[in-house]
């Protein structure tokens, strides 16, 4: 019997049709497949399992393993949380308002001056999924999430609204990664024809070529700022630092023992992972 492993590294990835394809495919043919959610981004794990639980998979063929960072983590030695490291307000005092997002139980407490300070999303099963927690514009400064034993595996902490860092916890409550957040700025260009049926976004500038005199194939040029995330790690087991996530993402594999295993990456991040992996083969989905 055959093995698989799947890194989805964002909920766009469990969502994309080929990734249901390419694991229908390997299920019929009786492969056992592990589901590695490794999102650093740990508030999308809980939605990527409801998503998970949603496809159609064949009753009859072998289960599928869905795992996270916080699984392969679980036992992993770590630090003692330092109380700066993040927000632990007590709700206990505040009023709670029950509402609804979805299908899904919420409690929003409500302070004194009737500001949200925070809300709790529940799951099917009554056990917490997220705590979200407000600063006084009502913007989201910190996410903690939980497993399905109502264990906080994970913490997030928001910068104007940006995901800052995300702290992943072991079993005992420590401190295991740190993975952190940058902002590159970079050059955006977009060239189309005269005829293209696609606009340019309206927050790029048109850049005028006066080399080109053929009309009929002439290219309008556009440019802009763009930004892009890279995100960084560091272990608190052993003080190894990643500079890059997908050579982060590499060790992880590699604890897997994926030797004997096909490696399924999302496509739109197989260029970056794939460097790592030199000599491995890898499947896209």
Do not use: C
């Not at 029950?98 to 409500?110: N, S, W």
């Not at 300070?117 to 529940?122: Q, Y």
């Not at 700022?225 to 993402?249: C, E, V």
Request: no cysteine; charged share 25%.
């Amino acid at each position: 019997m055959g093995r698989a492993i799947f890194l989805v590294t964002s909920i766009q990835g469990i969502r994309k049709a080929t990734f249901k394809k390419q694991l229908m495919s390997l299920l019929t043919t009786d492969f056992q497949v592990v589901v590695l959610l490794a999102m650093t981004d740990f508030d999308e794990i809980w939605q990527a399992e409801r998503e998970f639980s949603r496809l159609d998979l064949p009753a009859a063929g072998p289960a599928v393993r869905l795992i996270s960072l916080a699984d392969i983590y679980a036992d992993h030695d770590g630090i003692d949380l330092k109380q700066g490291d993040f927000l632990n307000p007590s709700l206990d005092d505040l009023r709670a308002y029950d509402a609804h997002l979805g299908k899904l139980p919420l409690t929003r407490y409500i302070d004194d001056d009737g500001d949200i300070v925070a809300e709790t999303l529940f799951g099917d099963d009554a056990v917490r999924l997220h705590t979200l927690l407000f600063d006084k514009s009502s913007r989201v400064i910190q996410i903690n999430t939980y497993d399905h034993q109502d264990q906080l595996f994970g913490i997030e902490k928001f910068e104007d609204d940006n995901l800052d860092e995300s702290m992943l916890l072991n079993a005992k409550g420590q401190l295991v990664y740190r993975f952190t957040n940058y902002i590159k700025n970079q050059k955006v260009t977009y060239s189309v024809t005269q005829s293209s049926i696609i606009a340019a976004p309206q927050d790029l500038s048109e850049l005028v070529d006066k080399k080109t005199n053929n009309t009929d194939e002439m290219l309008r040029t556009f440019e802009g700022q763009g930004r892009s995330t890279f995100t960084k790690a560091l272990s608190y087991s052993d003080y190894h630092r990643y500079d890059d996530i997908n050579a982060f993402y590499h060790q992880v594999l590699l604890n897997m023992d994926i030797k004997d295993a096909r490696t399924y990456i999302d496509i739109d991040n197989i260029v970056d992972a794939s460097k790592y992996l030199p000599g491995k083969r890898i499947f896209n989905y």
